[in-house]
């Protein structure tokens, strides 16, 4: 197979999780390389995945057919106006920054073919879900090439309107920072209730994961999953009526708009 030569500016969290997923679908390491300016991190992604891992941006994309922008948001634009000389003609961006659109990238790179994504941290282990956005001078194998390089760390969807990728970063981008907090949450309830602390947490996170993998898995979806574990008049019923009577799903719908508006509120802050 015909691998194409990736390049990742920055090599944190994010960036790291994509090389791992890239190197188990059979992606030679010689394929990969990787800039980033901490040395023992460096040293680190050198020794777990065997690629080249250079300091110089500029180097690393030396001979690229896609660049992938993994650096934080707050340091793109400087990333980027210091990149662009350095860019092969034909070159795929793929930005997985969150709040940063593709015409900053454009006003920045110059006129390329860019992919936007927001992924997750659950990328990490290849569970990941990430919203994809591609820009008009994408053409069809370029979509494909990104599509290839998210699906190796968990689902993909494209969207069509750029818009979109602040609810995508809303619903999923920040979503497992909910779903920890509910674990914590009813961790801590838990121990209020008796239980051993790590009991209550081992009790908490497993459920989280088996009603994860069920709402995944099977032919009814989490409405009528609740209802089956709800029997009438039962203990679900007694939570879900206090859950409900505190507002709960207002309450989400709350904390989503605040996260796709500070999406958009960086768009303003770092795109310009
Ligand atoms: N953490 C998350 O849940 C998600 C993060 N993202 C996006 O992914 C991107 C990366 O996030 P993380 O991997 O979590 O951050 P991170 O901080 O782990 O990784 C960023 C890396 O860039 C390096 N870096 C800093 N300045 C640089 C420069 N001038 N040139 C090259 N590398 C440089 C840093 O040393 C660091 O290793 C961000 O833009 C973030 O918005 C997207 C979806 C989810
Ligand atoms: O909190 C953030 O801004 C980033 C984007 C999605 C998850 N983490």
Redesign the pocket.
């Known amino acids: 197979m015909n691998h194409p030569r990736i390049a990742f ?7 790291t999780s994509l090389i791992g997923g890239l190197i188990a679908r059979g992606v030679p390491a010689d394929r990969l390389t990787a ?4 040395a023992e ?1 460096r040293q680190r992604i050198a020794r777990e995945h065997g690629i080249a891992v250079l300091e110089d ?1 500029a180097i690393a994309v030396a001979g690229a057919e896609i660049v992938v922008l ?4 707050q ?2 634009k ?2 980027c106006l210091a990149l662009a000389p350095a860019l092969p003609a034909g070159v795929l961006i793929v930005s ?3 709040g940063i659109p593709c015409a900053s990238l454009e006003r920045w790179l110059g006129e390329q073919a860019i992919v936007r994504c ?4 659950p990328a990490l282990l290849h569970e990941g879900a990430s919203g994809l956005y591609a820009n008009a001078r994408t053409s069809t194998a370029q979509r494909e090439q990104a599509e290839a390089l998210l699906d190796a760390v968990g689902l993909v969807l494209w969207l069509e309107e750029e818009q979109l990728i602040d609810a995508v970063t809303a619903v999923s ?1 920040s979503g ?1 920072a909910y779903f920890f907090l509910l674990m914590e949450a009813m961790t801590a309830a838990g121990e209020r209730l008796g239980l051993p602390a790590e009991t209550a947490s081992l009790l908490a996170r497993q459920t989280a994961f088996g009603a994860a993998r069920m709402a995944l898995v099977s032919d009814f979806d989490p409405a009528e999953l609740r209802r089956r574990v709800t029997s009438p008049n039962g203990t679900t019923e007694a939570a879900i009526k206090a859950f409900q009577a505190g507002g709960f799903e207002a309450l989400v719908d709350q904390a989503l708009q605040a996260a796709a508006h500070r999406s958009a509120e960086m768009a303003e802050q770092l795109g310009q």
Do not use: R
């Open positions: 500016i920055g090599a944190g969290n994010m960036a800039s980033e300016p901490q991190q941006n993994a650096v934080k948001p340091v793109m400087e990333v997985i920054a969150a927001m992924p997750n941290t981008g497992p």
